[in-house]
T-cell receptor, first 115, second 112 residues
Framework: GAVVSQHPSRVICKSGTSVKIECRSL??????MFWYRQFPKKSLMLMAT?????????EQGVEKDKFLINHASLTLSTLTVTSAHPEDSSFYIC???????????FGQGTRLTVV | AQSVTQPDIHITVSEGASLELRCNYS??????LFWYVQSPGQGLQLLLK??????LVQGIKGFEAEFKRSQSSFNLRKPSVHWSDAAEYFC??????????FGAGTRLTVKP
């Protein structure tokens, strides 16, 4: 199957700082990428859908200015958590697909801890 | 929009016993259905998927799932559970634009 790489796998940052998470499709062109957030012992909640070259579509209740998503190329999407606070601590997972696939491929996830 | 229900939050089975994890979906058209497994602190691994055709789908690690349109279900089964199967299992339904929605997950504990 296709490979999606997410970096970093773990990050600890201080409250008030910003953190960038990268999601790369290694062997295919990802026209669409999805960002999920997973709380401890909870399911994955879709945060936003990003299409290459256009603005991301955010799910209801997700702050656009808080979670900045950029999908500037067909192989890279980034999620920036701005002015992070402890309540932003979570597991973030990306997935990617292109027009030829009928499934999405997931990254390994990023554990964000804000202290 | 599509949605998924996994009625069982936590299931415990003995090693060697059979397993069935339930999944019910809601979607207006023909769904794309998936089962994923997640080990603690890890990403998701695809076990199997259904798009069309044979309603009994074989996956990796000895898992299978059966699509039943009349019941809007896509239950996951395994005839004999191994201790390494202990993990969190997620059912998901996708639309044609690949916007995937997940169930709440079922945590599987395997007793020796």
């Amino acid at each position: 199957g296709a490979v999606v790489s997410q970096h970093p796998s773990r990050v600890i940052c201080k409250s008030g700082t910003s953190v960038k998470i990268e999601c790369r499709s290694l062997d295919f062109q990802a026209t669409t990428m999805f960002w999920y957030r997973q709380f401890p012992k909870k399911s994955l909640m879709l945060m936003a859908t990003s299409n290459e070259g256009s603005k991301a579509t955010y799910e209801q209740g997700v702050e656009k200015d808080k979670f900045l998503i950029n999908h500037a190329s067909l192989t890279l999407s980034t999620l920036t958590v701005t002015s992070a606070h402890p309540e932003d601590s979570s597991f973030y997972i990306c997935s990617a697909t292109n027009a030829g696939y009928t499934e999405a491929f997931f990254g390994q996830g990023t554990r964000l801890t804000v202290v | 929009a599509q949605s998924v229900t996994q009625p069982d939050i936590h299931i415990t089975v003995s090693e060697g016993a059979s397993l069935e994890l339930r999944c019910n979906y809601s979607y207006g058209a023909t769904p794309y259905l998936f089962w994923y497994v997640q080990s603690p602190g890890q990403g998701l691994q695809l076990l199997l998927k259904y798009f069309s055709g044979d309603t009994l789908v074989q996956g990796i690690k000895g898992f299978e799932a059966e699509f039943k349109r009349s019941q809007s279900s896509f239950n996951l089964r395994k005839p004999s559970v191994h201790w390494s199967d202990a993990a969190e299992y997620f059912c998901a339904v996708g639309a044609q634009n690949n916007d995937m929605r997940f169930g709440a997950g079922t945590r599987l504990t395997v007793k020796p």
